[in-house]
């Protein structure tokens, strides 16, 4: 095993830049250090995949434990998402390898799913903020940290979010966060952000072992990947109050929507026919710059709608710490 290459420097590089936006932002680990590698071109992508997993389970149980430790986690909740999410975790990439016939078919496939769950993590954020600013206006629902159990939905959303990162290492975040506050609302941000990390455990480490069951471990990818990205996590948690975190998050946004939309491309969607890639990533950048433009403007527009002025006050890394909420910085990863 040569890890003194180029490849694996290039690996550490961007886990330590992913890093360090998980540890300003407390999100993206996954659904940034996945496209991440994938552009790289540094493997397979079933490979990169589970490594980032594998990756994800030694990480996430460091916050798990914290958070465990503080007592913020709802473990009725979490043991309910697990029950949901653990099995379909690991059938998930078994169910990819039986409709996949060949390499190239299975590179497609997930490339075509990492890009679906890519769009869906940055609609579910930008749904997630949107929650938190009618909440600040309306008044939050009354707080209630041991809610009654509604067992089959919560069953649905620990299946769906299983599904989800078992095959494509992205969402035990983004989408079974969203779901958790539209279905317990008056549950605390503490105890939404511990209860999703707590849950995240096992569903991450059952997404893994089913991927080093059925495409092995590549050692020369994960091992660069912890190297650099457990340091720039560290660095990026004890920086975070020093840096502008609005504008950050509303960049994770697009580059979340830039590269859902690239690895569409990839998988063989192509909107101009093939050979066209030049029309492609022109394509991508106008969605970029677009987005750019817009999404302050649109974001205004709802704060308008609310009675705040379009800019200022609360901030978007404001509506992300609602009262009661400590947890966030703590935590380090949520997605």
Not at 139 to 153: F, L
Not at 244 to 267: D, E, N, Y
Not at 275 to 294: D, K, Q, R, S
Not at 298 to 324: C, N, Y
Request: with cysteine; charged share 15%.
């Amino acid at each position: 095993m040569d890890l003194l290459t180029t490849t694996a420097l290039s690996i550490a590089i961007a886990g330590f830049l992913v890093g360090i936006v998980v540890g300003l932002t407390g999100m993206g680990g996954g659904a940034l250090m996945t496209p991440a590698l994938i552009f790289l071109g540094v493997g397979h992508t079933a490979s990169i995949v589970t490594a980032d997993l594998t990756a994800a389970a030694i990480y996430k149980t460091g916050g798990a434990i914290t958070h465990a430790k503080e007592g913020s986690p709802n473990l009725r909740l979490a043991m309910w998402l697990i029950i949901g999410s653990v099995p379909m975790a690991f059938v998930g990439p078994y169910l990819v390898d039986a409709l996949t016939g060949d390499p190239e078919d299975l590179e497609k496939t997930l490339k075509l799913c990492i890009g679906i769950a890519l769009l869906l993590a940055a609609s579910t954020y930008a749904l997630r903020l949107y929650i938190n600013l009618k909440r600040v206006r309306s008044g939050q629902a009354p707080p209630d940290d041991n809610p009654p159990i509604r067992p089959v939905p919560t069953l649905l959303v620990g299946m769906l979010g299983g599904l989800l990162v078992g095959i494509t290492s992205v969402g035990s975040g983004s989408v079974i966060m969203i779901a958790l506050l539209m279905l317990y609302p008056g549950l605390s941000a503490v105890k939404l952000v511990g209860t999703d990390l707590v849950q995240a455990v096992p569903l991450v480490l059952s997404a893994a072992i089913a991927n080093i069951a059925i495409h092995g471990l590549d050692w020369e990818l994960l091992i660069p990947l912890v190297i650099g990205s457990v340091p720039g996590t560290l660095i990026g948690a004890r920086i975070a109050p020093r840096v502008p975190q609005s504008i950050i998050r509303r960049g994770i946004v697009i580059v979340l929507t830039m590269s859902g939309v690239a690895l569409l491309f990839k998988a063989g969607l192509h909107p101009f026919g093939e050979g066209h890639e030049t029309a492609e990533a022109m394509l991508v950048a106008g969605i970029g710059v677009v987005m750019l433009a817009l999404v302050p403007f649109i974001w205004g527009l709802l704060r308008k709608q609310h009675g705040l002025p379009m800019f200022g006050a609360p901030t978007v890394s404001d509506l992300e710490r609602l009262p009661g909420d400590r947890a966030k910085k703590k935590s380090s990863v949520v997605e």
